[in-house]
């Protein structure tokens, strides 16, 4: 029982990035005023640099970066067959870009809600429960509602655990098929140039009515040869906290650090 009790904590502690390195950096100048934090994490030299380390700790709705999970549970379940799997539009008028017919592919690089709510009607509340918790994803509470438990509701999770779940997706050890782990890392893709290729995900949370964002995400990894840098960034605020500020805030980083 012991040696299976320091075999569980030492996953644990890998998951977490706790046998790696860390260190702390001030990036306030990035984020205009915003509070928010950043967490990168590199696997060449199995370092982390955080600004905000207490930030980076805490929990928040992660709004659109549950696309991740959710593309995962329905491959892994046959839901969706693969990247160009596609349900007809409803009828309903939203936005322009959402109202068509969509695939797996342009509903995650859009980030188009009743696609995904579609989703998890077909795999079922239960089901998708059950890989919240296999994923060990934040405090792993659905209890917000079928369709919209990641959507500014119970579901909360941090950008020190967003880095780890990303870690785990691309070593393929998250507890769903490889093919479910290929086809969700393909769909992430953003862009490529000179020798690297960068995957990501937004989210934006706040009163959409209102065209007002208060919480904003960017989180995904960039690959470059053997090497991969994941990272997580976290706005909120009531001046533009959203996804699209924080992908601009992440990217002034990166460059800053050369990646």
């Avoid at 959507?151 to 507890?175: C, H, N, T, Y």
């Avoid at 009163?207 to 997580?232: M, N, P, T």
Wanted: aromatic letters at 10%; a positive charge; hydrophobic letters at 35%.
């Amino acid at each position: 029982m012991r040696a299976l009790a320091i075999i569980l904590l030492s996953i644990a502690c890998a998951s977490l990035g706790l046998g790696a390195s860390s260190a702390t950096r001030d990036f306030s100048k990035f984020f205009g005023g915003r509070e928010g934090c950043f967490v990168f994490y590199d696997s060449e030299s199995d370092s982390y640099l955080r600004h905000n380390p207490k930030g980076c700790a805490e929990r928040f709705s992660p709004c659109s970066t549950f696309k991740i999970p959710n593309t995962l549970i329905a491959l892994h379940t046959g839901v969706a067959s693969g990247p160009e799997f596609s349900l007809a539009w409803d009828g309903v008028k939203r936005s322009e870009s959402w109202d068509r017919d969509q695939t797996l592919r342009s509903a995650f690089q859009g980030s188009v809600v009743w696609f995904y709510q579609e989703l998890a009607r077909r795999v079922g509340h239960e089901r998708e429960t059950e890989f919240v918790r296999k994923f060990d994803y934040g405090n792993m509470d659905t209890s917000g509602g079928a369709t919209s438990f990641w959507l500014q509701s119970s579901l909360r999770i941090s950008a020190d655990e967003q880095v780890a779940l990303l870690r785990r997706l691309w070593a393929g050890s998250l507890p769903v098929s490889r093919d479910a782990q290929r086809m969700t890392r393909e769909i992430m893709e953003q862009s490529r140039g000179e020798g690297r290729i960068l995957y990501g995900k937004t989210g934006t949370g706040g009163d959409q009515k209102a065209g007002v964002a208060s919480l904003g995400w960017f989180v995904g990894c960039i690959s470059r040869g053997e090497r991969k840098v994941f990272f997580a960034t976290r706005i909120t605020g009531d001046r533009d906290a959203s996804g699209r500020q924080a992908r601009k805030i992440t990217e002034a980083i990166l460059e800053r650090l050369g990646v």
